[in-house]
């Protein structure tokens, strides 16, 4: 049932961000021809038609940042806890793999969201002097120099490093939506005022969190455990650990608090 | 086994209570009407049987089981004001009934949509209110579910669709099966009825057949109704 919840999950939220993500692929495109052959004209009409061009481009890179976010919310807020809910909740299927479904799915989203980002610089950037210029730059091979030289000094592991840091940031994804879930499965909970207690309880959580991470932080036994004799790797890997174990935790209370409020909680008038 | 069944079942809104202390019992091979005025809990008592809501007190049961995954296998639910997926094309709605619930009879389903000449890619949002009704009825009624819940199936829609409203509900359903309609338009539903229940201020204060009360007091249940909640 899982993979069926994503797959009408997938059909539902593609609608949305397939278009998003044209919007920006096409004017990152016109971007690299105004660049080209735009801006760098002394006539105004042309450089102005650049220069919106450029500013079309900026606008929806950011648009579709947020909107991935905002996708993820509404999403959840219209199926669940809107009309939509009275037919989410009523299909054979536990409020865990309803839960599931959304948290995999919005995930998904903003990995793809950063491909499509990333791609769209490379789409405005592609094969323009300014960006041969910089890979051509002393500044530039410097860089790569003392890349180099961290690497051998520190026997620094990239592909170690660079697996640990996905996992957290795909990690951290999923935390994020838990967050919003999360508040909004409490705030709803309530008879009145669903959606601004939704948002109270976002910052309610966000206080908590700051304030728990903070006390744990202070805590010297805590900054030991990084100084401790160890070499520049394993330090690395034991706060990547430790990063990833709070990560863990964090998005198991919120999960267990939107399951918990969907299940005995649930409140749709 | 009672397919649905209520012990001491209460549900208050804040301090208000929608539901008081009600006990009821309901045998499946019916279509039985839940009656009652405005506000007297027939809404409460759906989505209680739902999981929609969950009871302050007391216990609601579906064919033996608290409201959960199990349960909405077998109870096909109509909600009281349209709830599928307005971007969904009919296609699409299609297929995620087809794909949620092993009792979906799309083939049924087809063709009544095909009856009112609705296109298999128009969307939701392009329907008007009336047609939208009528294809979330059409989901609902082609699963052959053991239990079916109708919250007021026939509220704000024009006669004729209410005759086709109650026709797709009497041609559809299994006769095994239990058909709860919530109503305060008696009239229009006092033919299909083989029971009823009247509701007020959250308790039963009738459960009886419609011969029964056709025999014994002699008048309509329609007229039943208005004498029982004159104001």
Redesign the interface.
């Known amino acids: 049932?899982l993979r069926?919840l994503m797959?009408?999950e997938f059909?539902?939220t593609a609608?949305i961000m397939g278009p998003l993500f044209l919007i920006v692929l096409v004017p990152a495109l016109a971007a690299n021809l105004a660049i080209r052959f735009l801006l760098d004209s002394d006539v105004f009409l042309p450089n102005l038609l650049g220069g919106l061009l450029m500013a079309a481009f900026v606008i929806g890179m950011a648009s579709l940042a947020i909107m991935s976010i905002v996708l993820m919310v509404n999403r959840f807020r219209t199926?669940l806890m809107g009309?939509?809910?009275?037919?989410t909740?009523?299909?054979?299927?536990?409020s865990h793999q309803i839960v599931w479904s959304k948290i995999i799915v919005s995930t998904v989203w903003f990995i793809a969201t950063g491909i499509v980002e990333a791609l769209a610089l490379l789409v405005c950037f592609f094969d323009l002097d300014v960006m041969r210029n910089i890979f051509n730059s002393y500044y530039f091979h410097q860089a790569l120099q003392a890349l180099h030289e961290l690497v051998k000094r520190y026997g620094l592991n990239v592909p170690a490093i660079a697996i640990e840091l996905i996992v957290f940031c795909l990690l951290s994804c999923a935390v994020l939506c838990l967050e919003f879930y999360a508040a909004m499965a409490v705030g709803h909970s309530f008879?009145n005022h669903k959606g601004a207690l939704s948002v109270l309880f976002f910052f309610v959580f966000q206080f908590a969190l700051q304030f728990i991470s903070g006390l744990l932080f202070n805590l010297d036994e805590f900054q030991n455990m990084f100084y401790t004799g160890m070499n520049g790797m394993q330090d690395f890997h034991q706060m990547m650990a430790v990063l990833i174990g709070m990560e863990l935790l964090i998005g198991a209370v919120y999960y267990v608090v939107t399951t918990l409020m969907l299940k005995?909680?649930?409140?749709?008038? | 086994m009672a397919i649905l069944e209520c012990n001491e079942l209460v549900k208050t809104y804040g301090h208000a209570p929608a539901l008081d202390h009600l006990n009821l019992s309901i045998e499946p091979g019916h279509i039985l009407g839940l009656l009652g005025p405005n506000g007297s809990g027939k809404t409460t008592l759906i989505k209680l049987a739902n999981g929609l809501l969950t009871p302050t007190s007391g216990q609601v049961l579906v064919n033996g089981a608290v409201p959960g995954k199990d349960t909405h296998a077998i109870v096909s639910y109509l909600p009281e004001r349209t709830c599928i997926p307005l971007w969904m094309s009919t296609r699409k709605l299609l297929d995620f009934y087809q794909d949620f619930y092993a009792d979906f009879r799309r083939d049924r389903a087809e063709e009544m949509l095909q009856h009112l000449s609705i296109r298999m890619d128009q969307t939701i949002r392009q329907m008007s209110k009336g047609t939208r009704e009528k294809v979330q009825l059409i989901m609902v009624m082609s699963r052959a579910a053991k239990l079916y819940l109708l919250d007021e199936p026939i509220g704000g829609v024009d006669p004729a669709t209410r005759d086709y409203i109650l026709n797709t509900i009497i041609n559809n359903y299994d006769p095994e099966a239990a058909v709860i309609i919530s109503t305060h338009l008696i009239a229009d539903v006092e033919q299909v009825l083989d029971e009823v229940i009247f509701i007020n201020q959250g308790q039963v204060i009738l459960q009886s057949s419609v011969d029964q009360i056709r025999e014994e007091k002699g008048m309509s249940v329609d007229a039943l109704f208005r004498e029982v909640f004159k104001c």
């Not at chain 1, 009309?83 to 037919?87: K, L, T």
């Not at chain 1, 005995?264 to 008038?269: I, P």
């Open positions: 049932m069926k797959k009408h059909r539902a609608r199926n009309d939509e809910g009275y037919v909740f009523t299909l054979p299927v536990s008879a005995k909680r649930l409140n749709l008038q």
